[in-house]
């Protein structure tokens, strides 16, 4: 028979920490973003097992710096969700439209404006 490793599995699960970095300083330091809101967004949307509300010690957000936010996860926790949940927040706050979440590296989401480009040589030909 081979031996019961189930037991052993179970007993000692893999301890797992995440941080995310979301760095809003451009959109802050041209005051059209609050960050202090944002935080308080994240910890009245994030779910954890299911349920909003729910962080506890699991889950924790902070602001750093003027612009940066810091989510700390010691659970299975997925950038994409609070890439998601940024783009949910600039949805509700009518800022998607000159707004964009950018991943710059590993964990660090960035939030930078469009590059627009005006056509108006085109309305001088006419």
């Keep these: 028979m081979a031996p019961n490793t189930k037991s052993a599995k179970a007993a000692k699960p893999a301890k797992v920490t995440n941080k995310f970095v ?4 451009r ?3 041209d005051k059209i973003f609050d960050v202090s809101q944002f935080e ?3 910890h009245d949307k994030i ?3 299911g349920r909003v509300g729910n962080l506890g010690d699991v889950i ?3 602001q750093e710096g003027d612009g940066k936010i810091v989510v700390l996860a010691h659970t299975q926790f997925s950038g994409r969700y609070l890439k998601y949940l940024t783009k949910k927040y600039l949805k509700k706050h ?3 439209d000159w ?3 950018v991943s710059t590296s590993r964990g660090v989401y960035e939030l930078k404006f ?3 480009v005006d056509d108006g040589a085109e309305e001088d030909e006419d």
């Design 22 to 25: 979301i760095d809003a300083s």
């Design 47 to 49: 779910k954890v097992d």
């Design 27 to 29: 959109p802050a330091g």
């Design 99 to 101: 707004l964009r979440v």
């Design 94 to 96: 009518q800022l998607r």
């Design 60 to 62: 924790q957000i902070s």
């Design 114 to 116: 469009y590059n627009v």
């Design 40 to 42: 308080k967004f994240l």
